[in-house]
């Protein structure tokens, strides 16, 4: 059976010339980067060099580039780290109502632990108004983080408006890049913000490895006390080969960023534009066309996502979906609700990420098997006979 | 993909009595609380036995295997067994279901017991014209 792995936004496969990179730090060179001896050098000049490469990718300087164990883990540190580092100076927190958990969940954990926080809204392609995060900001403002791309929709963010708008007013910017770094050219003082996440697996880098880049003079508290790892920011001895990775895959970014625009955008748009005249009754979500070029999104109405995935997955396709029933809360993607998509419909969502390794042919399989599973589905399903029932009766 | 056991993928990928009965003696419709899904169960009935039993499904891969394996549990039985039928025994029959998808098979379960329950009141609002 074809194997169709679409689910790329999840985690992108690892490159084989980042494997090969990483695989000396897994074995003969295993020194401790704090160590004063040669093995610690040895180690601790690759650490240095993956940080100059994470850097240059996003136009950094390298000692800004702080590694971390996720894009969780970076969301977290700059959430919290930037909030409490900031807390003499004011308590109020803003960051939009389609954010990651690993931010929205530290903004309101800020909230338990006394700061106020203000979701800004999005319209029903997910895009946040700047002049809204202009109204939410106070004086006591400390921190704004909007996410550049998200993950579920695929939705850009006028980063760089807000940006402006943020730095008018003095207020700390953070920005969420785990879905776009790597996949679309991210570039700090273009977007002119403060401090950005990344992740290693959303650019075929490896799992277990992400980076926060924090403007120089910006202060963040630590959230991990121990030794003086990372300019004292994040204690904890390094996670030597998955940083290695990491820099090899942002270097691999940096060099074919074009190429994987132009490989992936026409699998994009083949599949936004395909589907919806294959299968009637399809909202595509998110951005029509400020999208990220890998990422087609819909919510197929009458049915329900978790169901549609195993129908894909007997047929060797692999995607995700923002259903309540494939979430393990049982909750309807926040996502999805925040862009105004009713609960029933929000149960369709089904997502396809690119990568590099997909092909046009991919698209047309999924094109082929996906109607009649969305057909035999919708049989069953007791809103769809309803559906069927009712506009016939308007005839 | 939640964990799911091989009857459950069976009945599943094959489930039995899919559709709707044309002039159904009992309808049960619900609705799920948690994840907010949608059960429809159809009956026939005679001698006092389920002699049809149809379902209709919107929701997640347990709950159209749920429905399905309901369906054939409760065809033939009399009313009062079916009305035995538990969430239990359902996910029991199934080999077991995820935790977090146990809330799925209560549903099948009180469609079935409504449709039933649906019978047994319009009966009687029949008897009562008599
Ligand atoms: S019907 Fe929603 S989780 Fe089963």
């Not at chain 1, 803003?94 to 800004?120: D, N, P, Y």
């Not at chain 1, 990372?230 to 190429?259: C, Q, S, Y």
């Not at chain 2, 159904?24 to 059960?39: A, F, K, L, Q, S």
């Not at chain 2, 809330?103 to 009180?110: D, E, I, K």
Request: hydrophobic share 40%; proline share 5%.
């Amino acid at each position: 059976m074809r194997k169709v792995y679409l689910d790329n936004a999840a985690t992108t496969p690892l490159l084989s010339e980042v494997s090969e990179a990483m695989i000396p730090y897994l074995g003969e060179v295993f020194g401790n980067p704090s160590s004063l001896h040669d093995w610690g050098d040895t180690a601790r000049e690759a650490v240095e060099a993956a940080r100059a490469q994470v850097a240059q990718l996003i136009g950094a300087d390298a000692e800004e580039i702080i590694f971390t164990g996720s894009g969780t883990e970076s969301n977290n540190f700059a959430i919290k780290g930037l909030a409490l580092a900031q807390q003499t100076k004011g308590k109020h927190v803003v960051v939009s109502a389609i954010e990651h958990f690993s931010v929205l969940h530290s903004a309101r954990t800020m909230e338990k632990w006394g700061f106020e926080l203000s979701l800004v809204p999005v319209d029903k392609y997910g895009v946040v108004d700047p002049e809204d995060v202009r109204k939410s900001l106070r004086k006591d403002t400390v921190l704004v983080s909007v996410m550049h791309a998200n993950g579920e929709v695929g939705t850009i963010e006028p980063i760089q408006e807000i940006a402006r708008i943020t730095r008018e007013n003095n207020v700390v910017f953070h920005t969420d890049a785990v879905a776009a770094t790597g996949t679309l050219p991210v570039d700090i003082k273009e977007l002119g913000i403060d401090a950005l996440s990344l992740a290693g697996n959303q650019f075929y880098g490896p799992k277990g490895v992400g980076a926060l880049w924090l403007r120089r003079g910006v202060r963040i508290m630590p959230l991990l006390d121990g030794g003086v790892q990372e300019g004292g920011r994040r204690a904890g001895t390094e996670n030597v080969p998955a940083i290695v990775g990491l820099g090899k895959a942002a270097e691999l970014a940096a060099t074919n960023i074009a190429a994987r625009l132009k490989h992936l955008t026409p699998l994009r748009d083949h599949l936004l534009t395909e589907l919806p005249s294959k299968i009637e009754h399809v909202l595509i979500t998110g951005h029509p066309q400020n999208r990220l070029p890998g990422h087609a999104s819909f919510c197929i109405e009458f049915i329900e996502g978790e169901s549609m995935l195993m129908m894909l997955n007997n047929q060797g396709v692999a995607v995700s979906s923002g259903s309540a029933c494939t979430s393990k809360a049982l909750k309807a993607s926040h996502i999805l609700i925040a862009m105004g998509i009713p609960h029933e419909l929000a149960q369709g969502s089904l997502l396809f990420s690119f990568g590099m390794d997909s092909t046009l042919e991919d698209v047309d399989y999924v094109l082929e098997v996906l109607p009649p599973i969305v057909d035999r589905l919708r049989q069953m399903s007791p809103l769809y006979s309803k559906f069927i029932k009712t506009s016939k009766g308007g005839k | 993909m939640p964990a799911y056991s091989e009857k459950v993928m069976e009945h599943f990928m094959n489930p039995r009595n899919v559709g709707e009965i044309e002039n159904p003696d009992g309808v049960g419709e619900v609705g799920n609380p948690v994840c907010g899904d949608m059960m429809t169960f159809y009956i026939k009935v005679k001698d006092n036995h389920l002699d049809d039993v149809k379902f209709k499904t919107f929701g997640c891969g347990a709950a159209i295997a749920v429905s399905s394996m309901v369906s054939e549990m409760a065809k033939g039985k009399t009313l009062k067994e079916a009305m035995k039928i538990t969430p239990r025994l359902v996910a029991d029959e199934l080999d077991g279901l995820p935790k977090q998808k146990f809330h799925c098979s209560n549903l099948g379960a009180q469609a079935l017991q409504k449709a039933i329950k649906d019978y047994l009141s319009k009966k009687k609002a029949e008897g009562g014209k008599e």
